[in-house]
């Protein structure tokens, strides 16, 4: 999907009081950050921010944490925080590539809401999904490891079935016609369309 670019994406979103602008200096150190001992959960692929912001708003025990690889969705989710005070949450931009260098250890749970599905065999190692995701997501779980991913694409959920058996996961739950009470964008659009929505959630411990 073509993404819409906004003019000075960059310069809003720094200007947001929510976003980590040397996220790498927090490795090991975002309960600081914070300023509790609270779980850490992240959402990789946070789009305009409904997801995350409702997450941290119904759940101020849970810090969270929103990245997103590109500024332009991340224009919305800065206007919707402009007149909200929101201690539990931050946002990041950059690529989920780099994950590894930003945290430690730290994290309870992943989300992964409507992810690019990269239907090419040959860009397989680009779904978040795939096991060069999976290896990295080991070094930052706490302890425990939780992911919970839904998504629109049928092919995509079922390719993520059999990665996450064949990388130790026990799945927990699956739907294949779930109904969430946070959603994205994207979801809000699905559901109106009648797609189904996808959903499994994974752990490893």
């Known amino acids: 999907m073509r993404l819409k670019h906004i003019k000075n994406a960059d310069k809003i979103i720094e200007s947001s009081p929510y976003l980590i602008l040397n996220p790498e200096n927090y490795k090991g150190k975002w309960n600081?950050?914070?300023?509790?001992?609270?779980?850490?959960?992240?959402?990789i692929g946070t789009g305009k921010?409904?997801?995350i912001i409702n997450k941290a708003i119904d759940n101020p025990n849970i810090n969270y944490i929103g990245i997103e690889?590109?500024?332009s969705p991340l224009v919305s989710a800065v206007k919707k925080l402009e007149d909200i005070h929101?201690?539990?949450?931050?946002?990041i931009?950059?690529?989920?590539?780099?994950?590894?260098?930003i945290f430690d250890k730290e994290i309870t749970k992943i989300y992964?809401?409507?992810?690019?599905?990269?239907?090419?065999?040959?860009?397989?190692k680009r779904?978040?999904?795939?096991?060069?995701?999976?290896?990295?997501?080991?070094?930052?779980?706490?302890?425990?490891?939780?992911i919970q991913m839904k998504t629109d694409n049928d092919d995509l959920y079922e390719y993520s079935l059999i990665s996450f058996e064949e990388n130790g996961y026990d799945i927990i739950k699956t739907d294949t016609n779930y109904i969430d009470k946070y959603t994205t964008e994207y979801e809000d659009k699905f559901?109106?369309?009648?797609?189904?929505?996808n959903y499994i959630l994974v752990v490893k411990k």
């Open 69 to 71: 690889k590109y500024d």
């Open 112 to 124: 992964l809401n409507f992810s690019d599905p990269w239907p090419k065999k040959r860009h397989e």
């Open 93 to 101: 931009c950059m690529d989920a590539l780099n994950i590894e260098n």
């Open 32 to 43: 600081d950050l914070f300023n509790n001992e609270n779980d850490i959960e992240i959402e």
């Open 49 to 51: 921010g409904k997801f």
């Open 191 to 197: 559901i109106k369309n009648g797609k189904n929505i």
């Open 86 to 91: 929101i201690n539990n949450l931050k946002l």
């Open 127 to 146: 779904r978040l999904s795939s096991k060069i995701f999976l290896d990295k997501y080991e070094n930052i779980f706490k302890d425990k490891k939780q």
